[in-house]
């Protein structure tokens, strides 16, 4: 075999490495999907009750909707909606929980909220979580 034959298979090695790779990313990308999508509700609810920074310019929640649906950011590098859902998700799983445990719990503090708007305050500031 010739050198030249030898480089140009090594270069269809790497092209098929590259394919591969993409065809793995994308396979891990939609098993995370499936995976973290059954929490959007419990997503919503967790953001509303304890994100505690300014929605005009310090959190970018309302900047990920279009057209009044949620973008979840599964492509995107950083996005509140995927780091909340996420959350949700690590939260249901190391507390062995499941989705609608987990949003039952979120949905009462809602309704505590609904009536003492400062409840959330209250259990941050008695959980020794401070602005």
């Known amino acids: 075999m010739k050198a030249q ?15 591969l790779q993409k065809q793995l990313e994308e396979a891990e990308r939609d098993d995370t999907v499936k995976r973290l999508m059954p929490f959007r509700g419990a997503a919503i609810l967790a953001h509303g009750l304890f994100c505690m920074y300014n929605h005009t310019d310090g959190c970018s929640w309302g900047y990920e909707q279009e057209g009044g649906e949620h973008n979840w950011g599964f492509g995107a590098e950083y996005s509140q909606h995927k780091h909340w859902l996420e959350l949700v998700f690590k939260t249901a799983t190391e507390l062995n929980m499941t989705e609608a445990q987990l949003t039952d719990i979120l949905d009462g503090l809602h309704a505590v909220k609904a009536r003492n708007p400062r409840a959330m305050e209250a259990l941050r500031h008695l959980l020794g979580y401070r602005r």
């Open 5 to 19: 034959d030898i480089k140009d298979k090594l270069l269809e090695i790497d092209n098929q490495k590259r394919e």
